[in-house]
């Protein structure tokens, strides 16, 4: 008999909560109801328990003011905060790679087919700013650019409000035919994130 804390019965909740927070299947803000997440998963609680808890830690949810969990509802100055850290990181990144690196770094983000949804152009970013943090081969830059995606996931699906400007978006930033790549990758992230910024610090108090 399997037990309720077996660790593969906990990998595969954790595993499938990844999922669907990858598939934008939840909301920001709103209560996670644990017998809800457990039932989801045909789990008993405490698995589901655990994986929300490590989801805790990779600061993918947070604890709800009325009890329990919920996906945290990035706005104002906490937003903003999140931007500039990701502006700095990848401007940074962009930097120290050859450009012959930032280039293939950027062809292999670059999506052949891109999906034309607000989740579709969420991950389209995302695999573009990991590539760049790929391409250092560093592996403490891999990942803390993998979670300030995931972090910024759903605030990049909720700003979405024109699929074509977004996507339009996306192959600027994907632009290799450039003269100089390096210079103008840094211009386009610091617009990209710069554009974002002045929309939280112009919203009323």
């Given amino acids: 008999m399997i037990s309720a ?4 019965l906990q990998e595969r909740v954790y595993r499938a ?3 669907d927070y990858a598939a934008g299947l939840f909301i920001p803000g709103r209560r996670l109801d644990l017998q809800e997440i457990a039932d989801r998963y045909h789990s008993s609680k405490t698995p589901a328990r655990e994986a929300l808890c490590r989801l805790m830690g990779e600061g993918l949810i947070e604890p709800h003011p009325d009890g329990g969990l919920r996906l945290p509802n990035y706005s104002g100055q906490r937003l903003v905060q999140l931007y500039a850290w ?6 940074s990144l962009v930097h ?7 280039r293939h ?4 983000a670059s999506p052949r087919t891109l ?3 607000p989740v579709g152009i969420s991950h389209a970013v995302g695999s573009l700013f990991l590539s760049l943090a790929t391409a250092t081969g560093n592996e ?3 990942a803390t650019v993998g979670n300030l995606n995931e972090r910024l996931h759903y605030v990049r699906i909720g700003e979405i409000h024109d ?3 977004a996507a339009k978006e996306v192959r600027t930033l994907t632009n290799i035919s450039v003269r100089d790549l390096q210079k103008s990758m840094r211009r386009r992230l610091e617009s990209y994130h710069m554009r974002r910024i002045g929309r939280q610090e112009s919203r009323p108090t």
Avoid: H, Y
């Fill in 5 to 8: 804390m077996d660790p593969p």
């Fill in 17 to 19: 909560l990844k999922e």
């Fill in 86 to 91: 990701n502006m700095s990181l990848l401007m």
């Fill in 96 to 102: 120290e790679v050859r450009l012959s690196v930032l």
């Fill in 105 to 108: 770094a950027i062809e292999l």
């Fill in 115 to 117: 999906q034309s949804t």
């Fill in 140 to 142: 403490f830059a891999i």
């Fill in 163 to 165: 699929i074509g400007d």
